[in-house]
Antibody, heavy 113, light 107 residues
Framework: EVQLVQSGAEVKKPGATVKISCKAS????????SHWVRQAPGKGLEWMGL????????IYAERFRGRVTITADTSTDTAYMELSSLRSEDTATYYC??????WGQGTLVTVSP | SYELTQPSSVSVSPGQTARITCSGD??????SRWFQQKPGQAPVLLIY???ERPSGIPERFSGSSSGTTVTLTITGAQVEDEADYYC??????????FGAGTKLTVL
């Protein structure tokens, strides 16, 4: 069974950096991209970017370029999403997904003074 | 332009057919996907490659494509289908994007 298990909820101050992990199991990690999607409270889904675990190449949504870094560690089958210069508008639930058929449970990031 | 436009809401009575459209220039060149999301839950993939259904998705969900518009059709909508629905596609630079979402009401 494919499973994606994300790290726990985070509370950060404006200007800080958050790094969320997504541990994959049940499939060959390098066979599929790992995507990151976020959802602010009461808002829609927003694609942030992806990483190809095979070669580590990442593609980011334009609005996050320069603030987001998505990586993959093939030794632990874990994907990471790091978002810097946090602001209140970054308060959201962050999901990892592989091939969009399996999703992590979501990680709530709250940005508050 | 790289945008996906969906209606904000659609309403149908139980047993009726619901159609949710999604339009954007990229849809003429790129495949689309559709997702269902219920409150407090992660999204569920309903349709990929415009009209393919993953295993386990009921047959009442179908997708179609025509030019720059794709459509999710729910034939015989059920109360349990009440949810938010999102279309999704990719740009020429391989960036992905979701539509803003459509709230489906079945009552």
């Amino acid at each position: 069974e494919v499973q994606l298990v994300q790290s726990g909820a985070e509370v950060k101050k404006p200007g800080a950096t958050v790094k969320i992990s997504c541990k994959a199991s049940g499939y060959t990690f390098t066979d599929y991209y790992s995507h990151w999607v976020r959802q602010a409270p009461g808002k829609g889904l927003e694609w942030m970017g992806l990483v190809d675990p095979e070669d580590g190449k990442a593609i980011y949504a334009e609005r996050f370029r320069g603030r987001v870094t998505i990586t993959a560690d093939t030794s632990t089958d874990t994907a990471y999403m790091e978002l810097s210069s946090l602001r209140s508008e970054d308060t959201a639930t962050y999901y990892c997904t592989t091939n969009y058929t399996a999703w992590g449970q979501g990680t709530l990031v709250t940005v508050s003074p | 332009s790289y945008e996906l436009t969906q209606p904000s809401s659609v309403s149908v009575s139980p047993g009726q057919t619901a159609r949710i459209t999604c339009s954007g220039d990229v849809l003429a060149k790129k495949y689309s996907r559709w997702f269902q999301q219920k409150p407090g839950q992660a999204p569920v993939l309903l349709i990929y490659k415009d009209n393919e259904r993953p295993s386990g998705i009921p047959e009442r969900f179908s997708g179609s494509s025509s030019g720059t518009t794709v459509t999710l059709t729910i034939t015989g909508a059920q109360v349990e289908d009440e949810a938010d629905y999102y279309c999704y596609s990719a740009s020429d630079t391989d960036r992905r994007m979701f539509g803003a979402g459509t709230k489906l009401t079945v009552l």
